[in-house]
């Protein structure tokens, strides 16, 4: 078992910045992809980064490349996700993600075993 906790979100004005955290305890993620997803009210949960466990390899969702980020310290089994030029429909709970049997990011929500219990992102206008 992987247990996963976020940090970093809060409330931020349009063009700001956050920096979110995961941490990884229990079974070392090392090894693993992860991701980050978010989840707006009313909306399904979509995905927004991934990177693998080298990080060589990333993904994002178009609505964030150029804005955000993702890297990752697997010797503190952490994932980060730099988020700058903030807009107000980036507003949504952040959450991270594990895949426990690749090393490939994938966009998919079902692709991920491990999730963390999110942390709220609100961008202001």
């Known amino acids: 078992q992987v247990q996963l906790v976020e940090s970093g979100g809060g409330m931020v004005q349009a063009g700001g910045s956050l920096r979110l955290s995961c941490a990884a305890s229990?079974?070392?993620?090392?090894?693993?992809?992860a991701g980050w997803f978010r989840q707006a009210p009313g909306k399904e949960r979509e995905f927004v980064a991934a990177?693998?466990?080298?990080?060589?390899?990333?993904k994002f969702a178009d609505s964030v490349k150029g804005r955000f980020t993702i890297d990752r310290d697997n010797a503190k089994n952490t994932v980060y996700l730099q988020m700058n030029s903030l807009k107000p429909e980036d507003t949504a709970v952040y959450y991270c993600?594990?895949?426990?049997?690749?090393?490939?990011?994938?966009?998919?929500?079902?692709?991920?075993?491990?999730w963390g219990q999110g942390t709220q992102v609100t961008v202001s206008s």
């Open positions: 990177i693998s466990w080298s990080g060589g390899r990333t």
């Open positions: 993600a594990v895949r426990g049997s690749s090393w490939i990011p994938s966009v998919g929500v079902r692709d991920y075993d491990y």
């Open positions: 229990g079974r070392t993620f090392s090894g693993y992809a």
